[in-house]
T-cell receptor, first 113, second 113 residues
Framework: DGGITQSPKYLFRKEGQNVTLSCEQNLNHDAMYWYRQDPGQGLRLIYYSQIVNDFQKGDIAEGYSVSREKKESFPLTVTSAQKNPTAFYLC????????????FGDGTRLSIL | AQSVTQLGSHVSVSEGALVLLRCNYSSSVPPYLFWYVQYPNQGLQLLLKYTSAATLVKGINGFEAEFKKSETSFHLTKPSAHMSDAAEYFCAVTLYNNNDMRFGAGTRLTVKP
């Protein structure tokens, strides 16, 4: 079955440490997204990519970085510059057309030790 | 810019009762509207979508939503709640492209036995 795989499910970070969250999709979607979810705030867009080797900042990109070297993969790095990284991170993908839904992975919960 | 507002962060119903989750949108052009469901520690699953065809949209698990342009609403309903419906529900809107999907803050549905 096609879908989106996020790993790990749970991740712990020490202060000052960079961590990378993995996102892989086999839906053959061109577009991929990273969201941050905090209680009571819905989903906020961190970065998105419409095509390989190209990506754009979303609403809350500061302290995060991404790469898109392959169509199937869109890893997110949470850098030490992100002062409040504890959150639930969701990766999504979609076809390009705006009437198409986004498909989501099961998320990674990041906590600070 | 488009946006959605979900009225009520928490809704509680008895098993077998009507479920009504409210969503109002704001956009200057006809929107595409989506409802997603999220179970604890999981990603979002698409329930249904409105893409300018029929105004009454039927989705999975017995849910449906009606697009009302005059009221700028897209409320989600289900005639009879089941215990398995307990989850968080998100309304979302896009306009021209999927890169700018805006989510509501979410409504947590509790179903009492």
């Amino acid at each position: 079955d096609g879908g989106i795989t996020q790993s790990p499910k749970y991740l712990f970070r020490k202060e000052g440490q960079n961590v990378t969250l993995s996102c892989e999709q086999n839906l053959n979607h061109d577009a991929m997204y990273w969201y941050r979810q905090d209680p009571g705030q819905g989903l906020r867009l961190i970065y998105y990519s419409q095509i390989v080797n190209d990506f754009q900042k979303g609403d809350i990109a500061e302290g995060y970085s991404v790469s898109r070297e392959k169509k199937e993969s869109f890893p997110l790095t949470v850098t030490s510059a992100q002062k409040n990284p504890t959150a639930f991170y969701l990766c999504a993908s979609s076809m390009e057309e705006s009437n198409q839904p986004q498909h989501f992975g099961d998320g990674t919960r990041l906590s600070i030790l | 810019a488009q946006s959605v507002t979900q009225l009520g962060s928490h809704v509680s119903v008895s098993e077998g009762a009507l479920v009504l989750l409210r969503c109002n949108y704001s956009s200057s052009v006809p929107p595409y509207l989506f409802w997603y469901v999220q179970y604890p520690n999981q990603g979002l699953q698409l329930l249904l979508k409105y893409t300018s065809a029929a105004t009454l949209v039927k989705g999975i698990n017995g849910f449906e939503a009606e697009f009302k342009k005059s009221e700028t609403s897209f409320h989600l309903t289900k005639p009879s709640a089941h215990m398995s419906d307990a989850a968080e529900y998100f309304c979302a809107v896009t306009l021209y492209n999927n890169n700018d999907m805006r989510f509501g803050a979410g409504t947590r549905l509790t179903v009492k036995p």
